[in-house]
């Protein structure tokens, strides 16, 4: 479940990179003086402290509407549409009329909850492991913190349940990008069917089905290795002038995960981007060429492979397979598992999603939008075309 109102913390988890050239002994001695900080911040200062970050999440919240990027507002709504009202689909960032209610109970209650030993896991990297387990008992062992050791209340285990639907926003984005270059007004279209979870065997050829639609801005550019010779650019990017951003994402959770392809153009070309969104969705269900195949899964590895060269990049991929998953699977296991999926499987993932009922966000200008009705016609067809609209008048 996605937290929904300790946004503030956030910020918090991302100063401890600045311990990363710091020794052990130093790490150690900071998590184990964690709890007084959190003490010196509900408890010495609650009305400033608590007001000054409530400001911050206001002041974000509204830059959020503004800013001419839509991808956090079409991320949000798009699992608002896929997982309506459970687990996923419940908002990422704090309700408006939420901010205020945060105080210094509510952050000890919610700390209560889920920052128990048994949700946590130490990471280390570049260290040894006998240093590490004699730093975590010197340190951590038997600390009591500051927001209680009782019975966690209310821990939220549910599973995320895939429903489908849509969500829409009209806004005027005429206005978003002033200046004297201004961003054209464009309608954002977000189309989504469900794929798998990161627990399953099938992770994987969803992963690889993500490269080969690839896609990205009209404007991107450079060669093979940024993605200019996958099938949102070659069928899409490539053929549609009109079309601004053409580019699909995989998100993958623990119960279940989402596929999807974000596409944005001119409002009175809505409908003519949406069937050609839905055609690429049919056409995954096709057999993927060796070629381009090929191509997907070495950019997948040397994309995995290169992140991995970041010593917070490791360190963060160690802890998150850790408590996801309960061990880590090391970089040359994930590019075998990679280097293994065919054609067939690409095949048979992309022919289970399209069984699902789709996921629409839009957001913009929405006259043109077709219903959800004929989107999902389109992606119950043999060839993704909208049913045909018959009109007396223009």
């Known amino acids: 479940m996605k937290p929904n109102i300790l946004v503030g913390f956030h910020t918090f988890w991302k100063s401890l990179h600045f311990l990363l050239h710091r020794s052990m002994e130093v790490k150690m001695k900071f ?8 003490e010196s911040v509900t408890a010495k200062h609650p009305d400033d402290e608590l007001e000054m970050t409530r400001m911050t999440v206001r002041f974000e919240l509204e830059d959020l509407n503004m800013r001419p990027d839509p991808e956090p507002l079409l991320t949000e709504m798009i699992h608002a549409a896929a997982f309506r009202d459970n687990t996923v689909g419940l908002p990422r960032f704090c ?3 939420n901010v205020d209610k945060i105080d210094r109970t509510l952050l000890h209650k919610y700390m209560r909850s889920y920052y128990t030993p048994e949700r946590m896991v130490l990471a280390g990297v570049g260290v040894e492991h006998e240093q590490l387990v004699e730093c975590a008992r010197k340190y951590l062992l038997d600390v009591k913190p500051v927001w209680g050791t009782s019975t966690p209340e209310n821990v939220d285990r549910s599973m995320a349940q895939y429903t489908g639907g849509i969500v829409k926003m009209e806004k005027d984005m005429s206005d978003v990008s002033l200046g004297p270059t201004p961003i054209p007004e464009l309608t954002h279209i977000m189309i989504g069917l469900e794929s798998c979870s990161f627990l399953e065997e099938d992770f994987i050829p969803f992963a690889v089905l993500n490269m080969v ?30 079309m601004y951003n053409a580019t699909s994402y995989h998100h993958s959770y623990e119960d279940s995960g989402l596929l999807c392809i974000h596409a944005s153009a001119d409002p009175r070309q809505v409908r003519e981007m949406v069937e050609i969104i839905t055609r690429e969705f049919i056409q995954m ?24 060269e970041s010593r917070p990049v490791i360190f963060e991929d160690v802890g998150r397979q850790v408590l996801s998953t309960g061990h880590r699977k090391l970089p040359h296991e994930l590019c075998t598992l990679v280097s293994n999926v065919t054609a067939s499987d690409i095949k048979r993932v992309s022919t289970r999603m399209l069984r699902s009922k789709p996921a629409v966000a839009a957001l913009g200008d929405l006259t043109e939008l ?24 223009r």
């Open 31 to 38: 998590f184990s003086h964690w709890k007084n900080m959190v």
């Open 213 to 242: 639609m690839g896609g990205g801005g009209s404007f991107s550019a450079g060669g093979p290795g940024k993605g200019m010779f996958t099938r949102l650019y070659l069928n899409v990017l490539n053929r549609h002038h009109w």
């Open 370 to 393: 077709p219903s959800y009705e004929h989107i999902q016609a389109a992606l119950s067809s043999k060839d993704g075309r909208l049913p045909r609209m018959y009109r007396l008048f």
């Open 95 to 97: 309700p408006v009329e």
């Open 285 to 308: 269900a096709a057999t993927a060429g060796e070629m381009e195949l090929e191509r997907a899964k070495t950019q997948l590895k040397s994309m995995l492979m290169m992140n991995l």
